[in-house]
Structure formats: structure tokens, C-alpha cells
């Protein structure tokens, strides 16, 4: 298959002309970018799995086009802790897992009963969106295990070949997925970190951790994700790399420093103004830089541990997990 790349209207019309025919699109995001297709079309679904070699138990997120979808998709349009979230966040980086409605197709939701929704904040995305008039469900456009794209040029390597369009809306603003919660008896269990903070969501409910144990909440929370195929270490604090004496010839990912040290041959500066939002959306593509290097090994310096640095270093975490 030939793998088109577009921006602007033509873009647009041209995404929403291929969902509407059953196929899947690449499309940006203010997070990452997504690879959606029709959502209440299974068959579409599958083709998102089959792209991006996703196993079929991991659910998948479901875009709105506008709010009254909200009631059609899930049994909790109604409460009033969902309601103040939504007026709050919505359109913008937050999902919310919700009693799922029998119209969501069980390939979707990976026969769970809650379903995953979200409504983006991205033009172009709500664009194509309006245009097609239907949910879609977009997870983000990277092959299953591998590092987000924040770029039209990381999905071309991710996925070229396999998907007929991607629609160009430069890079991602934010760079780090949506946090998700699931409300819970008054409660919010925070599945993913992400831009809207743990700190932010307190304001609306209590924050819980995910429930440890044998039931996956969210299967996406495997421990090895976001992975470049380079081993990747994380160090325990940004001192250490002045100090660190690897084996073999290592890339450093750093936080705000300037020089880089001598024991490492290539170096990533993610936020020379120390700014964890600046960090976050070079996160990703600072990421593939190192992985295209042929290094031995990538390590990494942890971001301050609170508000974005969370989702910041969830990710550094996921990278450096036993593969
Ligand atoms: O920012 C984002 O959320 C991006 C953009 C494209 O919207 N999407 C994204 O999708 O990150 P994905 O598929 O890469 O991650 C979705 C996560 C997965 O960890 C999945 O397991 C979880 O959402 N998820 C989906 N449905 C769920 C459900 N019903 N219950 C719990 N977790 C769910
Ligand atoms: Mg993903």
C-alpha cells in the first residue's frame, strides 16, 4: 500500500472520505499522533490492530466528534464528577474510562465493560472529525511497544506501507499521551499519568493509584512500552551522568544541561530552560534521535518528580523496562 502524506483541507477531506469507506488514518493529535478509524465499525477497528501489530486484548481509545456522543457511548454522561471533568478538560488531553454502552463493539473495548473516551483538542483532528460525523477510535500511531510519534516523519517510520494516509499537522504540542482515570465511587483512579496532572485532577475527587494485582485495569500499562530498541537506563538522579562509566559507547538523554559529558558520544537536551513542558514535547522525538544512532546504550536522567515530570518519567520508566 501507498502511503500518502497530506496537510490542509485537501488533507482533511481526504481523511474523513477514508474513514468513511472502513479505512484507517493517521492523524495529529495536541498529545501524539493517532491512527483512527471508525469506532463503531469493527471491522475498521481490526484494521487498527492489524497495522499496528497491537494485541487484541490492549482497548483502545475512542475520540468524540461532539458532546452528545458522550450519552450514545457510555452509561455515565450523567454524573456529575464526569460532567465537571468534561467542562473542565474537554476538548484537550484527558481520557475517561466510563461504563460502556452495547452500540461500542467488543474488539474496541477488548470485551471490557468500560470503554475509553476522549475528545481532541487538535484542529485538524476535530476537523476530520466533523467532517465524518462519527467516533473514532484512535490509539497512538506507532507499531504496538514502540515510541509514541510526535511527528508526520516518525508515523512515516513507523507505519509506512500499512496505512493509506497520514495527515500532517506538524509536531505535537503537548508529546505525551492523555492521562487516563476511571471515576470510581466518587473517586478518580489515575491509570495513566499524563498532561493534566495528579495535582490538577485532586481539585474534582480523590486521587487513587491503580489497583495493583491480576486484573489488568489498562493493558496498555504493560511495564515495557515506549521502547527504543536500543537498551535504555535510567539513572536515579541527573548527577549521576557526570560520574557514570558505562561499557561501550552511550547516548546520553538529559535533562537541562549544557555540556555534554565526555564519557558519552552523543547527547539529548530536552529542556535547556529546565521547563518539564518543553521536556515533554521533545520527549519522543529526542528519544528516536538516540535509538537512530547505532549506540550501545541510551541513559537517561529523570525529570523532577512532580506535575508533568510524573508522565515524564512513567515514560523514561516504561523505556527502560525489562523487555
Ligand atoms: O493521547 C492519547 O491518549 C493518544 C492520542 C492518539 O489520543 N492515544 C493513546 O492511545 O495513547 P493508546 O492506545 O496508545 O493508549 C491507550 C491506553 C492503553 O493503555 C489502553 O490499555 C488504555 O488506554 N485503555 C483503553 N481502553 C481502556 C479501558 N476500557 N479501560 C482501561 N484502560 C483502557
Ligand atoms: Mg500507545
Known amino acids: 500500500m501507498n502511503t500518502q502524506l497530506?496537510?490542509?483541507?485537501?488533507?482533511?477531506?481526504?481523511?474523513?472520505?477514508?474513514?468513511a469507506a472502513g479505512q484507517v488514518v493517521a492523524l495529529?493529535?495536541?498529545?501524539?499522533?493517532?491512527?483512527?478509524?471508525?469506532?463503531?465499525?469493527?471491522?475498521?477497528?481490526?484494521?487498527?490492530?492489524e497495522a499496528k501489530e497491537r494485541p487484541y486484548f490492549d482497548p483502545l481509545i475512542v475520540h468524540l466528534p461532539s458532546l452528545d456522543w458522550l450519552d450514545r457511548l457510555t452509561d455515565a454522561a450523567g454524573d456529575s464528577l464526569v460532567q465537571a471533568l468534561i467542562r473542565q478538560?474537554?476538548?484537550?488531553?484527558?481520557?475517561?474510562?466510563?461504563?460502556?454502552?452495547?452500540?461500542?463493539?467488543?474488539?474496541?473495548?477488548?470485551?471490557?465493560?468500560t470503554v475509553a473516551v476522549r475528545m481532541s483538542?487538535?484542529?485538524l483532528f476535530r476537523a476530520v472529525l466533523s467532517r465524518f460525523g462519527k467516533p473514532?477510535?484512535?490509539?497512538?500511531?506507532?507499531?504496538?511497544?514502540?515510541?509514541?510519534?510526535?511527528?508526520?516523519?516518525?508515523?512515516?517510520?513507523?507505519?509506512?506501507?500499512?496505512?493509506?494516509?497520514?495527515?500532517?499537522?506538524?509536531?505535537?504540542?503537548?508529546?505525551?499521551?492523555?492521562?487516563?482515570?476511571?471515576?470510581?465511587?466518587?473517586?478518580l483512579c489515575l491509570l495513566r499519568a499524563g498532561p493534566v496532572t495528579a495535582g490538577e485532577l485532586a481539585a474534582h475527587a480523590p486521587i487513587l493509584a491503580p489497583p495493583s494485582g491480576s486484573t489488568i485495569q489498562a493493558p496498555g500499562q504493560l511495564r515495557s512500552h515506549y521502547a527504543p530498541r536500543t537498551p535504555f537506563r535510567l539513572l536515579s538522579s541527573a548527577a549521576e551522568s557526570d560520574?557514570?562509566?558505562?561499557?561501550?559507547?552511550?547516548?546520553?538523554?538529559?535533562?537541562?544541561?549544557?555540556?555534554?559529558?565526555?564519557?558519552?558520544?552523543?547527547?539529548?537536551?530536552?529542556?535547556?530552560?529546565?521547563?518539564?513542558?518543553?521536556?515533554?514535547?521533545?520527549?519522543?522525538?529526542a528519544m528516536?534521535?538516540?535509538?537512530?544512532?547505532?549506540?550501545?546504550?541510551?541513559?537517561?536522567?529523570?525529570?523532577?518528580?512532580?506535575?508533568?515530570?510524573v508522565a515524564i518519567m512513567d515514560r523514561l520508566r516504561k523505556a527502560a523496562a525489562p523487555r
Open 6 to 19: 497530506l496537510e490542509g483541507v485537501s488533507g482533511i477531506e481526504r481523511a474523513a472520505e477514508l474513514l
Open 243 to 285: 560520574t557514570y562509566e558505562g561499557p561501550g559507547r552511550a547516548g546520553l538523554l538529559a535533562w537541562s544541561r549544557s555540556v555534554r559529558p565526555a564519557q558519552f558520544a552523543a547527547m539529548e537536551v530536552l529542556t535547556p530552560r529546565d521547563d518539564p513542558r518543553e521536556a515533554a514535547a521533545r520527549l519522543f522525538a
Open 89 to 113: 478538560y474537554w476538548p484537550g488531553p484527558l481520557t475517561l474510562v466510563l461504563p460502556r454502552r452495547s452500540i461500542v463493539p467488543d474488539i474496541v473495548t477488548a470485551g471490557l465493560d
Open 288 to 309: 528516536r534521535r538516540l535509538d537512530s544512532l547505532g549506540l550501545e546504550l541510551i541513559v537517561a536522567e529523570p525529570p523532577p518528580p512532580s506535575g508533568l515530570g
Open 28 to 49: 495529529p493529535t495536541e498529545t501524539v499522533y493517532g491512527l483512527a478509524g471508525h469506532a463503531l465499525d469493527p471491522e475498521a477497528a481490526a484494521r487498527i490492530f
Open 121 to 123: 483538542a487538535h484542529p
Open 136 to 187: 473514532v477510535a484512535a490509539p497512538s500511531a506507532n507499531r504496538f511497544g514502540r515510541i509514541s510519534p510526535t511527528a508526520a516523519a516518525h508515523v512515516i517510520e513507523e507505519l509506512d506501507g500499512r496505512i493509506p494516509l497520514i495527515l500532517d499537522g506538524g509536531p505535537c504540542a503537548l508529546g505525551v499521551e492523555s492521562t487516563i482515570v476511571a471515576p470510581r465511587d466518587g473517586a
